[in-house]
């Protein structure tokens, strides 16, 4: 089974932005600190990099491949933890659940849900599909309320990082 195949695009003014390949050549790059996070998607990389303005961010970019060889969960090369291992719930308190859905899921129509039992116990996930045409989107209240718990779980996790 092919894997998407992350990248870093480091940008001439120094920000680095991450992105992954798809195995049919799609390409799709976050833009990180922005608002419900914006992201870029294109046909290949050259489509992405190609014939930018000299003004455009994208213009004179660098792409750093991650290394050719992933393990089943994690990255290969060298990483540490930004927190305690948590159980499979704690992705809807933590906003992390909003965040897949309002920037991988919902664009294509899709929801990530978790499947929780009356005890509270998360047994397991499935994909939703919406009606033709119609996309998932969450409520301005939600989408609030989504965007701070992500943030603050991220900004948690990135402050243990530079610790």
Known sequence: MEWARPF????TDGR????A????G??????PRQPFGEMTVALSMEELLNKRHPEHPLHGARVQ???????????SGTFRSCGDLQPLGA????GLLWLINRIAFHPRG???ALNQEEGGDITGWQLLAAEEGEPF?????????GYRRAEATLRAALTRKER
């Open 8 to 11: 870093r695009l480091h940008l």
């Open 65 to 75: 491949w991650a290394d050719a060889q992933c393990g089943d969960q994690y990255p």
């Open 21 to 24: 390949q798809y195995p049919r």
């Open 110 to 112: 899709l929801a990530l």
């Open 26 to 31: 799609h390409v799709c790059l976050i833009h």
């Open 137 to 145: 989107s969450f409520t301005n209240r939600d989408d609030e309320t």
């Open 91 to 94: 992705l809807r308190e933590s």
């Open 16 to 19: 680095v932005w991450d992105g």
